[in-house]
């Protein structure tokens, strides 16, 4: 066990914990932050994907000593109301079926759009490659992105 | 006892109560019937009696209560129920029966609300009922104005419900049911991660345990040395968990964290006996081949079909969260049937049922898999070890190498054809295991009846073998309709190839006049411009099916070069569709099923265990893999139907057809080895 200090949604945060834990578990079982979804544990399903440093990760395939100086943003801190423009496009298409995967599906989806405003289908193909629906909503997952994308730009 | 109503279809299945009049509680409110009540301050919760496994009843119950009582999806909210089947009727999401079932009794609870706070009003009022109107939350009366619900909850709640008429707001003036506006009721939770699904349904103080499973099929623990699991860090505890009466069976590492539970297994030394160590799934499939009969009954056309057998893998893995004391039981679970969990749960631990509640959790998927309660059993063993209470949590590997899987099969067809091409008698014979989750289903008749739907006039027989399941076997979404209609439609589409006939007007010709068939095959020919010929390289396939009270036809275009799928067309009729988007979006995902046991998802298994492990292996169908999915309702004055299942077996034999091009399809996966 030792103590390590996180930078999670804007906060300090500190957990005691054995360094090995996976940030998974860190964010889950010790911040309570549930939003970020187990689903495979070992980086193949995207269920848990947050940003790492503003960009994409799995926290599942890091641990908690790999993240102390990093900046970590979970599905609860990607926006204040619940109105980052990719949330708003996932509501406008009625995305979601379970719902499970769809938190790592947005927070993959605001990474890609933060480094390429407006992708074509490849781009958002390849970003969310590995990103996992079991109840089959990629035709509205594709759809929501090129949404998102305009809705960024309208507002820009 | 698990219960199932595949075979129990029409009047009487999961009957509800109805509109149930209960007093009116002195604490205030409204409380017509146990579906829907009003408190004091007007606001309306509905009990949902099903859980939301994905396929969106809690967004048809908000529509259908919101409808009846003027306000809008967001005005109602929602609860639900906890297992008790004696006040909410049957809870098991099952045979895409949730719609069917709940619309005539959620939609008339709500309506019995709403006629009482009208007549309430109409006699503060000393007005005629019939001047009265319920809009936006309030009674209206052209001359008196308007009073919020909240004014005459009270007087409503008065009134004895028998006495006061009720009506159901007639179809042609829906606001919201059967609108395409709205979405999910639950979307902004999703997005923001604030759902709960079971995993996220430990409360505090709760422990975590995770079970070391057998390695391959059938074992048992013959020797534990836990000693250095125990000695680890936030390790609280070790248990042998004994099937069935405790879930699978195993060894349970309890922990005070997920991490610290796994590491304790990882580190149990442990070492198996009995079981099927030398288990192979290709062996598998060969005895099922050697079970057909010797001879068909038809000497003609003939093809044989064989497949695979398929997991769940719910993106939510198994798990659930047990607090069992002195006394009650509480259960956090994402469960297909509360009910019948906690009916069971009441009489494997002898207590009264009312001492147990089930609290149906969101549920990361499901498919069939969670009618089964084994997660649940490992959780209430591990809680009465640990007296606290435990989550049960299965790793992905846990999940999809201990699911219930749906069975292989080998379907032999044979028809004898026609002058004109089309066949004129035909046979299916079939050669598969039976359900272990549910032993009836090891009945011949019963496998039939789930799977055979053959909608065309060829007169033939259906003969089924049922050879004993070598793992263990449950409901996979469509149940045996999976491989029936993709053997059937594969075939009819090869006879059809093979006699150089039109795959759409072949089969107008053979459905029966009058069939709901008719309908929407025209309709998606007309969306998949079938009468224009196909662009290069591409190649079509067609399906049907009518089952669950509901019919669909699908064409689906595809580039067997590139062994991609560019287009998927279904044009479906539930009767009227409740909720357009929710329609779409169970076709949606059906297709996606198709495609992804189409194009590869496949369980084997070599040495006894089943080989794949997560979704590296097992081949689900990712974005870019995704055909463009065109899905057009079509409305019908037929009762309403299902549609949880509806779509998947005809879009994956009509994906197959078009894959194949002018080859003939042999199995699932297509083009490749099964088993």
């Known amino acids: 066990m030792a103590r390590y200090s996180l930078r999670v949604n804007g906060e300090r945060r500190e957990v005691d914990v054995e360094g090995d834990t996976p940030l998974l578990w860190v964010l889950r079982d010790e911040l309570g932050l549930t939003g970020v979804k187990y689903g495979c544990g070992v980086g193949l399903c995207g269920a848990c994907t947050s940003h790492v440093d503003g960009e994409a990760a799995r926290p599942c395939v890091r641990t908690a000593a790999d993240s102390v100086k990093t900046r970590i943003t979970t599905i609860e801190g990607l926006s204040r109301d619940g109105d980052h423009p990719v949330q708003r496009a996932w509501r406008e298409l009625d995305v979601a079926q379970c719902g499970y995967c769809q938190p790592g599906q947005v927070m993959a989806a605001a990474a890609l759009l933060a480094r390429d405003p407006d992708p074509d289908d490849a781009a958002i193909e390849e970003a969310l490659r590995d990103n996992v629906c079991r109840c089959g909503s990629y035709p509205r997952i594709r759809a929501a992105v090129r949404r998102a994308s305009r809705i960024m730009r309208e507002e820009r | 006892m698990i219960s199932r109503r595949t075979l129990l279809r029409g009047a009487g299945i999961g009957a509800l109560v109805v509109a149930v009049p209960v007093p009116a509680l002195a604490a205030g409110g409204l409380v017509p019937n146990v579906f829907v009540r009003l408190d004091d301050s007007g606001r309306i919760t509905a009990t949902v009696p099903r859980p939301d496994t994905g396929q969106g009843v809690r967004t048809v119950v908000a529509l259908m209560v919101a409808e009846e009582l003027a306000v809008e999806a967001g005005d109602v909210r929602l609860e639900q129920a906890h297992g008790d089947t004696a006040r909410f009727g049957s809870q098991g999401v099952a045979n895409s029966t949730s719609v069917r079932q709940l619309s005539t009794p959620i939609r008339t609870a709500a309506a019995t609300a709403r006629c009482l706070l009208v007549t309430a009003a109409a006699q503060r009022w000393g007005v005629p009922v019939a001047e009265c ?8 009366h052209p001359r008196r104005g308007r009073l919020p619900y909240r004014a005459v909850v009270r007087g409503a709640a008065a009134l004895d419900p028998a006495t006061v008429p009720v009506e159901l707001t007639p179809p042609e003036k829906w606001r919201l049911l059967g609108k395409t506006r709205g979405g999910r009721v639950d979307a902004r939770d999703v997005v923001t991660g604030r759902t709960r699904y079971g995993i996220d349904s430990r409360p505090p103080g709760g422990l975590v345990a995770v079970v070391a499973r057998p390695p391959w099929i059938g074992a048992v623990p013959d020797t534990i040395d836990d000693a250095a699991a125990r000695a680890l860090p936030g390790v609280v505890d070790v248990l042998t968990l004994t099937a069935p009466a405790e879930g699978q069976g195993g060894v349970a590492v309890i922990g005070r964290s997920t991490h610290q539970a796994l590491r304790g297994r990882d580190a149990l030394r442990i070492t198996w006996r009995g079981g099927t160590p030398t288990a192979d799934s290709r062996a598998w499939l060969a005895d099922l081949r050697a079970s057909l009969p010797a001879q068909s009954p038809i000497d003609g056309v003939q093809q044989v079909y064989s497949m695979p057998l398929l997991a769940h893998a719910p993106m939510e893995p198994m798990n659930a969260t047990a607090d069992v004391r002195p006394d009650g039981v509480t259960i956090w679970a994402p469960t297909q049937d509360p009910g019948s969990l906690r009916t069971q749960l009441a009489r494997q631990l002898g207590v009264p049922a009312a001492s ?68 004129i008698r035909r046979a299916h014979e079939v050669a598969t295991w039976g359900l272990t989750v549910l032993p009836i289903f090891s009945n011949p008749a019963l496998v039939k009846a789930s799977g055979d739907h053959f909608p065309y006039t060829v007169p033939g027989e259906v003969s089924v073998v049922v050879r004993p399941a070598p793992l263990r076997t449950g409901f996979w979404r469509s149940v045996y309709a999976g491989q029936f209609v993709y053997a059937e439609e594969n075939f009819l589409s090869e006879i059809g190839k093979r006699s150089g006939l039109d795959q759409v007007a072949l089969r107008r010709k053979l459905l029966p006049a009058g069939s709901r068939l008719h309908k929407v095959l025209d309709t998606v020919a007309d969306r998949a411009r079938w009468t224009s010929p196909p662009a ?23 580039e067997p070069e590139s062994r991609r799928v560019l287009r ?87 994906i197959a057809a078009a894959m194949a091009g002018d080859t003939p399809v042999t199995s699932m996966p297509f083009g490749t080895d099964v088993g």
Do not use: K, N
């Open chain 2, 133 to 140: 109107t319920a809009r936006d939350g309030f009674v209206c």
């Open chain 2, 568 to 654: 998927v067309h279904a044009a479906v009729d539930v009767g009227v569709a409740l909720h357009p988007s929710g329609v779409r979006a169970q076709v949606e995902g059906c297709v996606i099923d198709a495609l992804s046991t189409v194009l590869g998802a496949q369980i084997t298994v070599r040495e006894g265990h089943v080989a794949e492990s997560s979704f590296g292996d097992y081949r689900w169908a990712r974005i870019g893999q995704t055909p463009e999915i065109d899905v057009t309702i079509v409305q019908s004055d037929s009762p309403l139907g299902g549609l949880g299942e509806l779509a998947y077996p005809p879009a994956a034999a009509a």
């Open chain 2, 536 to 558: 290069r390289g591409t190649a079509r396939g067609v399906a049907c099916l009518e089952e669950y009270g509901s019919a669909i036809a699908v064409i689906a275009v595809a």
């Open chain 2, 356 to 423: 147990v509640r089930v609290e149906a959790t969101a549920s990361g998927g499901a498919f069939g898999r969670r009618i089964e309660p084994d997660p649940v059993l490992e959780a209430v063993a591990c809680s009465q070890r640990a007296g606290a209470p435990v989550q049960v949590l299965w790793t992905r590997a846990d999940d999809m190498r201990h699911d219930s899987y749906r069975p292989m099969s080998v379907h032999r067809l044979s028809a004898e054809i026609g002058p004109d091409g089309l066949p």
